[in-house]
């Protein structure tokens, strides 16, 4: 099967749940591109995580494993505590390394291994947060070729981690949760950079 030629990453912290609860049950059947979620949340529960986002799509959505290459329309949900690398060939690494901005997984990390991979065929979605991870990272997919998009401070349930964004990289799409969906669904159309 061939690996996904499009990545799509939505990162959020607290409130970003809710941001991709809006978000999932408008994205199209045939996407193109993969979907990861780096959602930052408690090792020290059972996640129903998995199962809670299924409920919303009719994508499948799957907890990324170790050496997995990425399909399209599959949502990959970062593991509780470990960072998520993109490698070259498209498949996926989990990394257990020190925290980056008190996280594991970290925003950041996934942003920018990303970036290495998939250049200008990667869009990278920073929503509601309370800390600034994902803003090093988006800057390293602006660098990159990358689309960067910032959920709208004023409609994130803590607006801090957008905000931040906004100071600190550069963000060239600012969208409601329920535009997101439009984006994401015509990312490999008519707003494909390459």
Do not use: W
């Not at 920018?112 to 309370?130: M, N, P, R, V």
């Not at 689309?147 to 349930?157: K, L, N, R």
């Amino acid at each position: 099967m061939t690996t996904a030629p499009y990545l799509v990453i939505l990162g959020g912290s607290a409130g970003g749940l809710q941001a991709i609860l809006t978000i999932l049950p408008q994205l199209d059947v045939k996407l193109q591109a993969a979907i990861i979620i780096v959602l930052h949340r408690q090792t020290h529960y059972e996640s129903v995580l998995t199962e809670l986002l299924s409920a919303k799509t009719m994508l499948r959505v799957k907890e990324a494993e170790e050496k997995e290459v990425l399909l399209p329309g599959v949502i990959y949900i970062a593991p509780a505590d470990y960072h998520l690398l993109i490698e070259a060939d498209h498949s996926l690494s989990l990394d257990y390394s020190e925290k980056v901005n008190f996280s594991r997984p970290s925003i950041d990390v996934t942003f920018e291994a990303a970036a290495a991979a998939y250049g200008c065929k990667l869009a990278a979605i920073l929503l509601s947060g309370a800390n600034s991870d994902g803003a090093n990272g988006l800057a390293a997919v602006y660098a990159a070729g990358g689309i960067t998009v910032v959920q709208d401070p004023e409609s994130a349930e803590v607006d801090y981690m957008p905000r931040q964004a906004l100071l600190m990289a550069p963000v060239e799409k600012v969208l409601l949760p329920e535009e997101v969906p439009v984006f994401i669904n015509s990312f490999t159309g008519v707003d494909n950079r390459c």
